[in-house]
């Protein structure tokens, strides 16, 4: 998710578009010169920024050392500033996005959001699966070198219910089989999280870490990042 502090507009924000999804309403708006996610009532992320959501990819690849071609698994397309930041690195072997709702995966196909990953989806690395994250990662049998997941404001602040089960022993179990040794899984946050750290070494993970990315006002965004081991 973006960082949940927006620039003030005067002007009231206008509804380019409205759609009944699988997991309740997604709207899409725009806000002076920004677009705007909004599901069930609750802002998701916006246009406004996006270094957090970069510096969740290049931490990804960073961890990865020299590994060739890694290839990532991006958790939650959003506005697309993850697929375009990691599309636009040709380090990257592969990119596999998945997403839930198909309103969003049409508003970046052929809606408003294409300025922002029109690129990055015409780039034959990039894939794009509609699917529930959280099923994905218990039912795919495909490894990745690295899982950059964005689909809650954090581990504690979760988008729907079912989304906490993600970061639980059994989906953070879900989420060290998909990766290859030595894979790198980068989880953002709104805010950090102690006890979220010690489930992931709980779980397996070593070399668990985080990083902070400052914002403008309020709790610094933070990418949790944990190694499978080798």
Known sequence: MAAMTTPYHPDPPV????????????????HGGLLQIIANGTFLMDTSDGRSERRLV???????DDREKPRVLIGGLGVGFSLAHAA?????????????????IDWHRRGPLRELSAEALADPRTEIVEADLVRHLHTSTETYDALCLDI?????????????SLYAPAGLAACRDRLDP?????????????????????AGFQAVR???????????DVVHLALRPT
């Open 15 to 30: 509804v380019l578009d409205r759609r009944e999804g699988p997991f309740g309403e997604v709207v899409l708006r725009r």
């Open 58 to 64: 290049d931490s990804a690849l960073a961890a990865l």
């Open 88 to 104: 636009a690195n040709p380090r990257w072997g592969r990119v596999t996005v998945v997403e839930r709702e198909p309103a969003i």
């Open 152 to 164: 809650d404001n954090g581990p504690d602040w979760t988008v729907t219910e079912d989304n906490d």
């Open 182 to 202: 030595g894979g790198v899984l980068a989880v953002w946050s709104a805010q950090p999280s102690a006890n979220f750290e010690e489930t992931l070494r709980n």
């Open 210 to 220: 985080t990083e902070e990315i400052p914002v403008v006002r309020g709790v610094p």
